[in-house]
């Protein structure tokens, strides 16, 4: 709609073209939909003289230019049909030579098209702009002492669709209100278009015009085959890009089946960027459910949620299941909790990316026959060719089997670096602080939280409950609690029973509990190089400082005796705390302290360092920068670097 100010117009009507849109600096384009019991066209005249009535549908892009006072038909697309049994069909745009007719502002609400049919006729259309409606009045005017012309009357009424924009990537779809929101959802031939959030949304079911959805808002989708975390779906997906612009819809409240969110299905090329779903609640009796979108193979870029999700399959804070898909710069605090595949942020992530996201809300998996768990504070479960890098989860985590501070499970290509978990765990089997069971890569990782597993033939560990087979942990530490209850857990410090390998780490929490205990790992079926523990350990018939049971040779590690309080251990050396602080001690077993490990002689346990002890600007390279550093700071005190 035009906007105009008035003070300004009768002071000079030289500025009145200006003033139309306030202080715009540049054409803006809005879409229409015509309004089909409301838009004909009269056919009258020609040699019979039969007049005929025409229904319009399809819609228009409008053009005003508000520093010229002028205006175009950017595109149409609309056909008029009759009513008679022969469907006859106009093309609104060939009768009316819309899009070359030249549009001129009159006012702050009218405007006027002039300009000629195909045939020569006159054409002349006035629109009028009131509260999101455009009416249109024209005719055509065949030229002199043409008796056999048609003579075409236009009478119309157009909703403006959204709330301006024409859906391209220069100039989106304006989305202010709710009403916008659901309008997109119910026009399934936009989903390839682009759309920008321009105010903040309130979808309260308790707000007028609002309701309680029964399935995703936009691009909804069913499950027509596959399994929960390979899913085969039926729907039109979402494939275009919706900008937040940094603004909110809250109070989203869903009650359905399954792939439920804002959005139900993001395909591929899709993008979500810049958005906040606040407040949600959401409720699935199916799989796949997120606050901000069911299943995607798209991006989502600077997002966030709050709120409470529930499903049964596939629940994430943010996202219920990404395949093939991209989650960066994304956050959520939601509580989620479902039967299996439950994640903080995501609840299954497969061939997919996970960069710089974290969560904080309670996270918690029921299980049952079905699904035997996979809870992560962060995700459910990390699946083949999926990374996890620069990621952390704060909240508490509880569930049955595979559940870890920060994933549940991590499939055999799982890569996760730079990542921890600080949120307490809990799980009967197969439960870490970091990750529940690994069979892929941990690498550059921590945890902090206190750990605890109750199933009899439990693998409790505090980073790692149990590392499968070709698994590989790497540059890792713990420091949280680890207890077990159950009789026969293999439970560790570091790792609770590792059949792959574990490579240059160290743990310092305490361990009590369970069959195999041991400060570092409880259960050794693999490798374990250049590691150490210093954390006490009880409990157990099989106990040692570093390693309970060990079916391997443990290389190059060490334990602390004395706060350990074991002077035994299946595998490793022990040492004094003095000797455990001595750069020496761990010098002679090769132990790499110029790009691994750090230590404060005499006062420190060695440390895993973030850069290498001669990349001193810390820029991950090692170069003739570096040099220079040192050189303008000879003899001076940089040990803080």
């Given at each position: 709609?035009?906007?105009?100010?008035?003070?300004?117009?009768?002071?000079?009507?030289?500025?009145?073209?200006?003033?139309?849109?306030?202080?715009?600096?540049?054409?803006?384009?809005?879409?229409?939909?015509?309004?089909?019991?409301?838009?004909?066209?009269?056919?009258?005249?020609?040699?019979?003289?039969?007049?005929?009535?025409?229904?319009?549908?399809?819609?228009?892009?409008?053009?005003?230019?508000?520093?010229?006072?002028?205006?175009?038909?950017?595109?149409?697309?609309?056909?008029?049909?009759?009513?008679?049994?022969?469907?006859?069909?106009?093309?609104?745009?060939?009768?009316?030579?819309?899009?070359?007719?030249?549009?001129?502002?009159?006012?702050?609400?009218?405007?006027?098209?002039?300009?000629?049919?195909?045939?020569?006729?006159?054409?002349?259309?006035?629109?009028?702009?009131?509260?999101?409606?455009?009416?249109?009045?024209?005719?055509?005017?065949?030229?002199?002492?043409?008796?056999?012309?048609?003579?075409?009357?236009?009478?119309?009424?157009?909703?403006?669709?959204?709330?301006?924009?024409?859906?391209?990537?220069?100039?989106?779809?304006?989305?202010?209100?709710?009403?916008?929101?659901?309008?997109?959802?119910?026009?399934?031939?936009?989903?390839?278009?682009?759309?920008?959030?321009?105010?903040?949304?309130?979808?309260?079911?308790?707000?007028?015009?609002?309701?309680?959805?029964?399935?995703?808002?936009?691009?909804?989708?069913?499950?027509?085959?596959?399994?929960?975390?390979?899913?085969?779906?039926?729907?039109?997906?979402?494939?275009?890009?919706?900008?937040?612009?940094?603004?909110?819809?809250?109070?989203?409240?869903?009650?359905?089946?399954?792939?439920?969110?804002?959005?139900?299905?993001?395909?591929?090329?899709?993008?979500?960027?810049?958005?906040?779903?606040?407040?949600?609640?959401?409720?699935?009796?199916?799989?796949?459910?997120?606050?901000?979108?069911?299943?995607?193979?798209?991006?989502?870029?600077?997002?966030?949620?709050?709120?409470?999700?529930?499903?049964?399959?596939?629940?994430?804070?943010?996202?219920?299941?990404?395949?093939?898909?991209?989650?960066?710069?994304?956050?959520?605090?939601?509580?989620?909790?479902?039967?299996?595949?439950?994640?903080?942020?995501?609840?299954?992530?497969?061939?997919?990316?996970?960069?710089?996201?974290?969560?904080?809300?309670?996270?918690?998996?029921?299980?049952?026959?079905?699904?035997?768990?996979?809870?992560?504070?962060?995700?459910?479960?990390?699946?083949?060719?999926?990374?996890?890098?620069?990621?952390?989860?704060?909240?508490?985590?509880?569930?049955?089997?595979?559940?870890?501070?920060?994933?549940?499970?991590?499939?055999?290509?799982?890569?996760?670096?730079?990542?921890?978990?600080?949120?307490?765990?809990?799980?009967?089997?197969?439960?870490?602080?970091?990750?529940?069971?690994?069979?892929?890569?941990?690498?550059?990782?921590?945890?902090a939280g206190a750990v605890e597993g109750s199933g009899d033939y439990a693998s409790v560990g505090g980073l790692v409950g149990d590392?499968?087979?070709?698994?590989?942990?790497?540059?890792?530490?713990?420091?949280?609690?680890?207890?077990?209850?159950?009789?026969?857990?293999?439970?560790?410090?570091?790792?609770?029973?590792?059949?792959?390998?574990?490579?240059?780490?160290?743990?310092?929490?305490?361990?009590?509990?369970?069959?195999?205990?041991?400060?570092?790992?409880?259960?050794?079926?693999?490798?374990?190089?250049?590691?150490?523990?210093?954390?006490?350990?009880?409990?157990?018939?099989?106990?040692?400082?570093?390693?309970?049971?060990?079916?391997?040779?443990?290389?190059?590690?060490?334990?602390?005796?004395?706060?350990?309080?074991?002077?035994?251990?299946?595998?490793?050396?022990?040492?004094?705390?003095?000797?455990?602080?001595?750069?020496?001690?761990?010098?002679?077993?090769?132990?790499?302290?110029?790009?691994?490990?750090?230590?404060?002689?005499?006062?420190?346990?060695?440390?895993?360092r973030k850069y290498s002890a001669v990349d001193i600007n810390q820029d991950s390279s090692v170069n003739f920068l570096d040099l220079?550093?040192?050189?303008?700071?000879?003899?001076?005190?940089?040990?803080?670097?």
């Open positions: 709609m035009i906007a105009t100010n008035s003070r300004v117009l009768w002071i000079d009507p030289l500025l009145i073209a200006v003033c139309l849109v306030g202080v715009a600096a540049s054409a803006e384009t809005s879409t229409y939909v015509f309004v089909p019991d409301q838009s004909t066209v009269v056919q009258t005249g020609g040699i019979a003289g039969v007049p005929r009535t025409y229904s319009i549908k399809g819609e228009f892009q409008l053009t005003v230019d508000p520093n010229l006072g002028t205006a175009s038909f950017a595109q149409v697309d609309a056909n008029a049909t009759d009513d008679s049994p022969f469907k006859r069909t106009l093309d609104l745009n060939h009768v009316f030579n819309m899009t070359s007719l030249v549009g001129t502002v009159v006012d702050d609400t009218t405007i006027k098209f002039t300009g000629k049919a195909s045939d020569e006729s006159d054409v002349g259309i006035a629109v009028t702009l009131q509260d999101g409606l455009a009416h249109l009045v024209g005719q055509t005017t065949p030229p002199p002492n043409s008796a056999d012309f048609f003579i075409f009357n236009l009478d119309a009424v157009a909703q403006r669709k959204y709330g301006g924009g024409s859906g391209t990537p220069d100039d989106p779809y304006q989305i202010a209100t709710a009403a916008d929101l659901v309008a997109l959802g119910e026009t399934p031939e936009d989903y390839d278009k682009h759309f920008i959030l321009t105010a903040d949304i309130d979808l309260d079911p308790n707000l007028p015009g609002r309701k309680v959805f029964d399935k995703a808002v936009i691009a909804p989708a069913t499950l027509s085959g596959g399994r929960p975390t390979v899913p085969v779906l039926r729907g039109t997906p979402f494939t275009g890009v919706f900008d937040g612009n940094g603004r909110t819809i809250s109070h989203l409240t869903t009650t359905g089946g399954g792939f439920l969110g804002l959005f139900g299905w993001l395909a591929s090329g899709a993008e979500v960027r810049g958005l906040g779903v606040v407040d949600v609640n959401i409720t699935g009796s199916s799989n796949v459910a997120g606050g901000l979108v069911g299943s995607s193979e798209g991006a989502l870029t600077g997002c966030y949620s709050t709120g409470v999700v529930r499903g049964r399959g596939c629940v994430g804070g943010l996202a219920g299941d990404i395949e093939r898909g991209t989650v960066t710069a994304c956050y959520s605090t939601a509580a989620a909790s479902g039967v299996g595949f439950v994640g903080g942020l995501v609840g299954c992530s497969q061939w997919a990316h996970v960069t710089d996201c974290y969560s904080t809300g309670a996270v918690k998996g029921s299980g049952d026959d079905a699904y035997v768990g996979y809870v992560g504070g962060l995700v459910g479960y990390n699946g083949p060719d999926t990374t996890l890098t620069d990621c952390y989860s704060t909240g508490a985590v509880s569930g049955n089997s595979f559940v870890g501070g920060l994933v549940g499970a991590n499939a055999e290509s799982g890569f996760i670096s730079h990542c921890y978990g600080t949120g307490a765990v809990d799980g009967d089997d197969n439960v870490g602080g970091l990750v529940g069971q690994n069979s892929g890569t941990v690498t550059q990782c921590y945890s590392a499968w087979s070709r698994s590989a942990v790497t540059r890792c530490y713990s420091t949280g609690r680890v207890t077990s209850t159950g009789e026969l857990a293999d439970v560790g410090g570091l790792v609770g029973a590792n059949s792959g390998a574990v490579t240059q780490c160290y743990s310092t929490g305490g361990v009590n509990g369970g069959f195999s205990v041991g400060g570092l790992v409880g259960r050794n079926c693999g490798t374990v190089t250049y590691c150490y523990s210093s954390g006490t350990v009880k409990g157990g018939d099989a106990i040692g400082g570093l390693a309970g049971l060990s079916q391997v040779d443990v290389t190059a590690c060490f334990w602390d005796t004395q706060t350990s309080g074991q002077t035994a251990s299946a595998g490793g050396t022990g040492k004094t705390t003095a000797e455990m602080k001595t750069a020496s001690t761990f010098l002679e077993a090769g132990w790499d302290f110029v790009n691994v490990w750090g230590i404060g002689e005499n006062q420190t346990y060695p440390y895993l220079a550093v040192l050189a303008e700071n000879w003899l001076t005190d940089i040990s803080h670097r």
